[in-house]
Nanobody, 125 residues
Framework: VQLQASGGGLVQAGGSLKLSCAASGRTFRNFVVGWFRQAPGNEREAVTSISGGGVHAQYVDSVRGRFTISRDNAKNTAYLQMNSLKPEDTAVYYC???????????????????WGQGTQVTVSS
């Protein structure tokens, strides 16, 4: 499957952005989708993940209550709604997908076989 992330940009602290991850090439509903981010000088870290049918979702503590992951399998697209953004959310955001079943390893980058190209999110203070 090919993934295309979009929707990044520059926003002031407290603002919102919605990222999209468009998929093509395979049956999208079979794939767990994860969002990861990487700030300069930092390792890539997990942000959130959603199961193929959209029933299950997990968030890291730093974004829980501010970010919402969703998906529209009819449109082969996953979304990341980011509200109450903070300067520490500044990073390149990547979407990733994998067709192994939903399990407790959804925050492990190595489980994801397919990756998008990343979209820059910059939050100014």
């Amino acid at each position: 499957v090919q993934l295309q992330a979009s929707g990044g940009g520059l926003v002031q602290a407290g603002g919102s952005l919605k990222l999209s991850c468009a998929a093509s090439g395979r049956t999208f509903r079979n794939f767990v989708v994860g969002w990861f981010r990487q700030a300069p000088g930092n390792e890539r870290e997990a942000v959130t993940s959603i199961s193929g049918g959209g029933v299950h979702a997990q968030y890291v503590d730093s974004v829980r209550g501010r970010f919402t992951i969703s998906r529209d399998n009819a449109k082969n697209t996953a979304y990341l709604q980011m509200n109450s953004l903070k300067p520490e959310d500044t990073a390149v955001y990547y979407c990733a997908a994998d067709d192994t079943p939903w399990n407790g390893l959804v925050f492990r980058a190595s489980r994801y076989e397919y990756w998008g190209q990343g979209t820059q999110v910059t939050v100014s203070s």
